[in-house]
């Protein structure tokens, strides 16, 4: 009975930590990993083993595991004075910043063995992937290109992936990694926009602060139609035919609905628009990828 009670204590605890960085949302990121390695598989003219693809997954999910859990602890204080952010897990009491610190490090830990399990060209470069990790929590305190920073360490899975099964860097990857810099930095734009206010009170930067709403929203829209462009330029790649080019058409519809939902005028359709739309995007793009690859 007491060890029961001691497991349910432990699995809500660990349930509530993973709440806290939205584990869930690691569908964002996680799908254009595996199409870096998608495109990898086809360059090589091999599938990769499961091990490989364990591996990818697990070094990404460490990755965004300490990203998340480093922008919580280090914004604790500055979410606390924000009334949209108050009740998040560490300025509500829901969870200590010890708590928070073992959580990092043991996701940190998975990240570096991912890395080496991978080969020695990810594990060399973990620690510049960490660092950008590190940087991005500190970013809004002393620039407007926070965004851009995040967009960096997003971009970083497709490129990890690709480099775990090719261990190179090649354009393919280098040109999904691109567009997913461009994709990240264009949403992270649109959901800082519903704390314009507070982070210009509190002498906080971001590009909506800089220039305004509704530049900030034609800046996003040259974003995606860039990150566009570079996914239609994969199609030059040997192995992606038809069935890659149906799912970019159907992403771009996606991308303009996403832009129709948020407005100037009108950001009551914002979280809709982050976070469901977002997921669709990598999920239906990552899907389409692996089923020309496939087929």
Request: aromatic share 12%.
């Amino acid at each position: 009975m007491v060890i029961k009670q001691f497991d349910n204590v432990y699995w809500t605890k660990f349930a509530t930590l993973l709440e806290m960085i939205k584990f869930s949302h690691t569908v964002f990121a996680l799908p254009f990993a595996l199409m870096g390695a998608v495109l990898a598989s086809l360059a090589n003219n091999r599938p990769p083993t499961f091990g490989q693809v364990f591996w990818i997954c697990m070094a990404m999910a460490g990755a965004r595991t300490v990203a998340m859990g480093l922008n919580r602890i280090i914004d604790a204080r500055i979410d606390a004075q924000n009334p949209r952010t108050a009740e998040r897990h560490i300025p509500a009491g829901k969870v200590s910043y010890v708590e928070a610190w073992g959580l990092v490090g043991g996701a940190l830990a998975m990240l570096l063995f991912s890395a080496w399990m991978l080969n020695p060209l990810c594990l060399s470069l973990s620690p510049i992937a960490v660092g950008f990790l590190v940087l991005y929590s500190f970013c809004k305190r002393f620039t407007s290109l926070a965004h851009i920073v995040l967009g960096l360490c997003l971009a970083a899975a497709p490129l990890g992936a690709w480099i775990a099964l090719r261990g190179n860097i090649g354009w393919p990857a280098i040109g999904l990694a691109v567009a997913v810099l461009l994709w990240v930095s264009g949403f992270d734009i649109f959901y800082s926009l519903q704390d314009v206010e507070f982070d210009r009170s509190q002498g906080l930067h971001s590009i909506p602060v800089r220039v305004g709403v509704e530049k900030a929203i034609v800046m996003v829209r040259f974003f995606h139609v860039g990150m566009m462009v570079l996914l239609f330029n994969l199609l030059f790649m040997p192995g992606l035919g038809w069935i890659y080019l149906v799912g970019l058409l159907v992403v771009s519809a996606m991308l303009v609905y996403e832009h129709m939902l948020v407005r100037a005028d009108d950001l009551s359709k914002l979280d809709a628009a982050f976070f469901n739309m977002n997921g669709y995007i990598s999920v239906t793009i990552f899907l389409f990828t692996l089923a020309d690859a496939l087929i």
